[in-house]
Every structure is written in C-alpha cells, then in structure tokens.
C-alpha cells in the first residue's frame, strides 16, 4: 500500500476545490440570533449554493438558519446534494443513485456527518461523494481503493471486527511471534556468515 | 533452488535491521495503551461547549466584518477567548485571522479597520492555566524558534510535572494549539522509526521512497523465504516426529565406527548429535546445513537417495553414481554411511578448534 499516494486514497483528486462564493453581508445579525438562541454557540456563518446560512448548536441541537430571514433552512433535497456533487466532481462518471442517511452511517462513514446525502458515480473507481444534508458541505469521499485501503489495514492491524482498535491480543501475539521469528533468523545469518568468515581465514 | 537461499541470505542482511524496527516499534505501539501515551492527560476539555452569555458585548456585526475585511470570506464563526467575543474568519484562501467582535480600532486617518486579536504573553499564560489540569508550576510562556509545524505566533508553556507538559498557545487566535509530553514525544519517535519518517516532525508522512523500496525487498523476502520452506518440507525436513527409529551406521574404510537410532530429522544434525553426546565435534559443516559448502558430503552404501538439487550443484556426477550425498539435505533412513579418512581424523580434532 505504501506505493499508492495517500491522498489519492484519500480522494483528494475525486474532487476539484470549489470555486468559493464569498460572503456578502446579511440580513439577519447574529445579535438577533443570540436573543432568540441565548444557549446558542459554535455560531459558524456558510452557504451553500449561494444562500448565507448560520449554523449552531443549541440545546444540543444542530440548527441552521437562513441569515437573511432567521428561518430554519431546509434540509437539502436530491437534487441540491446531486448538483453540489457533480460540480466538485473531477471524473468521468454519471450519478448512479443519491440515499440519504439520517439514523444509521455505512460502515465506511464516521457517524458525525449525519445526516447526509451518498451520491455515487457510475465511474471504475466506484466513487462515493457525501454531501452533509444541513450544510450542504462535501464531507468526505470514498472509492474502491479506500475501501482496499481500509481491507488492508484491517488485516495489518489485525483487528477484524472494528477495524480500528491497534491494541488487541491477537496482534500482540503475532507480532511476539514475528520478534522471536526475526531474532532467530538473525542468529542464523549471523551463524552463515561467521562460517563462512572461518573459511576465508 | 541455491539462487532463492543466496537471494534470501543477502535480502537478510539488508533489510533485517529495519525488519526488526517494523516488529519492535509495530509491537510497542501495540502493547503500550493509548492512555499512557497521551498527549492530553493533564489537558482540560475546552470549556467552549458552554454557552458564554456574550450578546450585549457584540458590537461588532457580521456585517461590519464582510465590510472591512481585507480578503474575501468563506466562513465566519463567533468564538470566545477570554471571555471576550471574536469573529474566526476564513479567507477564500483558506487563511484564518482572528478579530474582536467587540472592538473596531480606528486609523489615523479616521477610518475604521478590524480589531486584529493579539494577546499579551500573561494573556496567553492564562489560556495555558486554564487548559491545564494538573497543579504543577507553569513556567513564562516562551515563543517557539524555527518551528515550522506550529502556526506563526505559538507559544509555548511548559508544566514541572512528571511527564514535562509542554502546552502550544497562539497569541492570534488564543486558541491552545496542543498539548505534548515527554510520552507524546515517545510515540511519535516510535511512529517515525515504524514509518521511516525520518525528515517530517509529525511522524506519519507515508509514501517515502525507501519505505517502498524496502516494502517491496520484504516482499522478495517473504517470498524467497516460502520457498525455500516449502521445498525443505517438501523434502520431508522439520517434520517432528517420525514414526518408526531408524538406525544409521557409520564406517570409515569397512570398518562400523559408530551406530546412531534416530527419530527425526536429517542425516547430518543426528550424526552430529550423536558426536557431540561424546564430547567431539562430528561432521565439518561452513554453512550450518545449508547446502552451500559440501563439507558434510558421505557415501551411501547402498541404495542412496535419489539426489536433490543441492547434491547436484555441489557434487560431480561421478560421485553422485557412486552413491555420494550431502548429509545435511536428506532426511534419516536406516542407512549404512561412508566417512573419508579426512572426515574421521578430524571427528574430535574439530573440538578444540571450537573451543579456542
């Protein structure tokens, strides 16, 4: 695996940096927000498809305004999550199917996004794009490579239930094995290459 | 067959120092819990999921900030350092610059630009106490020369505590950039020996060319080492335990000079068992039984096994007909095994050799 890039593991090269709309000022001060949200914080100001919105938490609760009325933005539909992903895409493919997942991640995405929207591309990669449904941000990517990458790190690990746990048994007890392995094996190249010192005397 | 054991000796010595790394680091990583490493045991959690009661000082609005900001923004967030309110802002490239969102500064020339945050050493000393769990003395924060892993501005502030606590805070963003100790210092040493990232600080940099040269080595490695396994399996070695004993005889020119029962294992390790059980040195072997010196080379009386690679590279054919056979590539049969005079003179001769 160390001959494959890591950021194209990564699928940094899936997607171009977007061309960033910048920030035009609001109708809605966040001095207002405060007063109806006084718990509010982590008061973060972003768009998404040119539509300024806050983003914050309250009563543990992520909610997202829109900065120009106060109102709560609506969840982004199919078609917003589709258009957000096909103009960050750099490949070749078409959309094959868009789900949106609210309760339950797919093993292969970290539960904090939730919700979002999976939109896959019928590409060799296999490609997967994952657009937050509140903000409309890509939050990460996935191809068939990462997925191997995850398969391979699983079996370098040795942790075949959660993929991530570097400190199980298991592993102590083979790479204990590999230690005695490879002091053996040093001994008896030490062992080779003495004799033939003795020969050469 | 000889190429794979020369190709697996040489792959040895050259890559089996760093072999032994990858097993050493790989297994310390793995047996060291992640507790006792961690950079963060005396850190306190940001205290910033609480609501800081800051409305009535926010002078300063967001539209104020798109107005007078230097560069395009992306993303703007409200913070707080010091109990007083700040805008985090994202420049279109990436950049963050931190301001006060309670206070505008004023120009010479009467006009109004961003309060630009900047604490002062004793400010950020506050921030470094806060963030800081144990009760050890904290020492002036210092900034950090030719650092390039930090962001300009970081400073640092070490704790005289057990694991020498040293903890990162920006003047421009009052935010504490981390916390290390002697322990995280441990592990990302023992990250950049797993690694092999010897130039980058953080010790996880991936795709080094030599980590890929030596990957692929290994690989030849294991290779030539399965190999070379499977063909001594396959040639009936490291099989424990063989069922019937058989007997070997030994003679020098006619004559039965030593009778040996054995259980397992090849020719040449029981004959010199056998020797050593009497205090002599037994067959001459350079290479440990490797095939490689033909030193161990007896004559089979009769009926000889058929002969194997090692027996062909190293003996001539002639003496392959007449029953010739390396002692240390065949496995045990009840067998009748010539020596050479040489062999014989040097069967307790050896002894002292070794033991000068």
């Known amino acids: 695996m160390v001959l494959m890039d890591i950021d194209f593991i990564h699928g940094d090269t899936l997607t171009a940096t977007p061309n960033i709309v910048t920030l035009k000022p609001v109708s809605y001060p966040i001095t207002t927000l405060l007063q109806h949200y006084p718990d509010a914080n982590k008061i973060r100001l972003t768009q998404r498809q040119g539509q300024a919105f806050y983003q914050f938490s309250s009563q543990s609760q992520l909610i997202i305004l829109n900065a120009d009325t106060g109102l709560p933005l609506a969840p982004l539909t199919e078609q917003q999550a589709k258009h957000i992903a096909v103009s960050a895409y750099t490949g070749n493919g078409t959309v094959s199917s868009a789900h949106l997942f609210e309760q339950d991640a797919p093993s292969e995405l970290n539960p904090k996004w939730l919700p979002v929207w999976q939109i896959n591309f019928a590409d060799i990669k296999q490609s997967s794009l994952y657009v937050s449904a509140d903000t409309g941000e890509i939050v990460t990517k996935r191809h068939v490579y990462w997925r191997l990458f995850d398969v391979m790190w699983m079996l370098h690990i040795m942790d075949y239930d959660t993929r991530d746990n570097i400190h199980n048994n298991l592993l102590t007890l083979m790479a204990s094995l590999s230690l005695l392995t490879a002091l053996f094996g040093t001994m008896l190249l030490w062992f080779r290459l003495s004799h033939n010192k003795k020969v050469t005397r | ?356």
């Open chain 2, 1 to 356: 067959m000889i190429r794979w054991q020369q190709l697996h000796k040489w792959l040895g010595l050259l890559i089996g120092l760093q072999l032994l790394l990858w097993i050493v680091t790989g297994l310390l990583l793995n047996m060291i819990p992640s507790v006792w490493f961690s950079a963060s045991m005396h850190q306190q959690q940001s205290a910033s999921a609480q609501a800081t009661p800051i409305s009535l000082q926010i002078t300063v609005s967001i539209n104020d900030v798109v107005r007078l900001s230097h560069l395009p923004l992306s993303d703007i967030e409200l913070i707080t350092i010091l109990a007083r309110p700040a805008y985090q802002l994202t420049q279109v490239n990436g950049q963050q610059v931190f301001v006060w969102a309670d206070t505008l500064q004023t120009t010479t020339k009467h006009q109004q630009v961003l309060s630009r945050v900047s604490l002062t050493d004793l400010q950020i000393h506050q921030i470094a106490r806060a963030s800081y769990r144990g009760d050890a003395k904290l020492a002036p924060a210092k900034a950090l020369k030719h650092d390039n892993t930090m962001p300009v501005g970081t400073l640092m502030i070490t704790a005289n505590d057990e694991v020498d606590t040293r903890i990162y805070v920006n003047r421009h963003s009052g935010s504490v950039i981390a916390h290390q100790n002697n322990r995280s210092d441990y592990q990302q040493w023992l990250l950049m020996l797993h690694f092999m990232d010897y130039n980058s600080e953080n010790g996880v940099s991936f795709n080094h060319f030599w980590t890929q040269i030596i990957a692929v080595l290994s690989l030849i490695f294991i290779i030539s080492g399965i190999r070379l396994l499977v063909y001594q399996l396959h040639q009936g070695h490291f099989w424990p335990i063989k069922k019937r004993p058989v007997t070997i005889n030994l003679y020098e020119s006619q004559q039965l000079i030593a009778q040996i029962s054995a259980h397992s294992g090849c020719m040449l390790d029981n004959i010199n068992k056998h020797a050593n059980a009497q205090q002599a040195k037994g067959l001459i072997t350079e290479c440990g039984g490797g095939g490689q010196c033909g030193q161990c080379v007896v004559l089979y009386l009769s009926t000889p096994p058929s002969a194997c690679e090692y027996d062909i590279a190293k003996l001539s054919k002639r003496k392959l007909a007449l029953g010739y056979r390396l002692s240390c590539q065949h496995i045990i049969s009840n067998a009748d095994l010539g020596l050479s005079p040489q062999q014989v003179s040097q069967w307790y001769e050896n002894t002292s050799d070794v033991n000068q």
